[in-house]
């Protein structure tokens, strides 16, 4: 038998939710736009501007919660295919992409595997930086219906994407998703993931991504360094 060959990196669904209100959302206007689905046709990107005044980077989808959501460094979630595929067989149900909140479903990518400033290009124009990973919530929780859902993602390990935009562009399902851009370190978006949530002590070593980390995470980072060097 021919092995099969690894799937062409590619883009499966581009995904956006309009406002719908929710009772298990913190958002101060009580909706969410967590509840995405496919698009149809080419869907521009662009950088929505900085956190808290800028929301989605995809045209057409709504972020309700300003606050924690949005904005230039977040302009993009991402997740892999394969990772939906994997919850469908733990949790005995289909995902369809979009599943969880994501406006990028990948096939062929190591998306929580991705180097921190690692860059892909999507389509002929699109171009997007990898900054961190997605910290479970509350509203990711009620939306999923799952028991000890944050508990259960958080230990998984495996958070999908936060991505900035480079350069702006249209995209849409069956486009090639292309590594045009690799750093030199090893600050993966599952070791920011962690570094964030479980495992503390690993913040240290997300500095060598530099300004390319998302400004939240290289505040933690620079802050848990400069405490224990105090302590010394």
Not at 84 to 107: H, S, V, Y
Request: charge should be negative.
């Amino acid at each position: 038998m021919t092995p099969m060959e690894p799937a062409r990196p590619s883009l499966l669904s581009v995904n956006a939710g309009r406002p719908k209100a929710v009772e298990y959302t913190d958002a101060p206007t009580g909706t969410t736009g967590i509840d995405k689905r496919p698009v149809d046709g080419p869907v521009l990107i662009s950088d929505p501007g900085p956190k808290g005044t800028g929301g989605s980077g995809v045209a057409g989808d709504a972020v309700c919660d300003l606050r924690h959501h949005g904005g230039s460094d977040q302009a993009v979630y991402a997740f892999a295919r394969e990772e939906l595929d994997a919850w469908e067989r733990e949790l005995g149900r289909p995902l369809g992409n979009g599943a969880f909140g994501e406006n990028l479903t990948t096939r062929g990518v190591e998306v929580s595997g991705a180097l921190i400033g690692e860059r892909w290009r999507i389509g002929p124009d699109l171009v997007l930086e990898v900054t961190s990973g997605r910290i479970p919530c509350r509203t990711f929780a009620g939306h999923v219906e799952e028991p000890r859902w944050v508990r259960r993602f958080t230990q998984a390990a495996a958070p999908g994407a936060y991505l900035r935009v480079i350069e702006p562009g249209a995209v849409r399902a069956g486009d090639p998703v292309e590594i045009v851009h690799r750093p030199d370190h090893d600050v993966t978006v599952e070791r920011e993931f962690l570094a964030s949530t479980t495992r503390r002590e690993l913040l240290p070593g997300l500095l060598a991504a530099g300004e390319a980390l998302h400004p939240e995470s290289l505040r933690a980072a620079r802050a848990y360094v400069a405490t224990y060097a105090a302590g010394d």
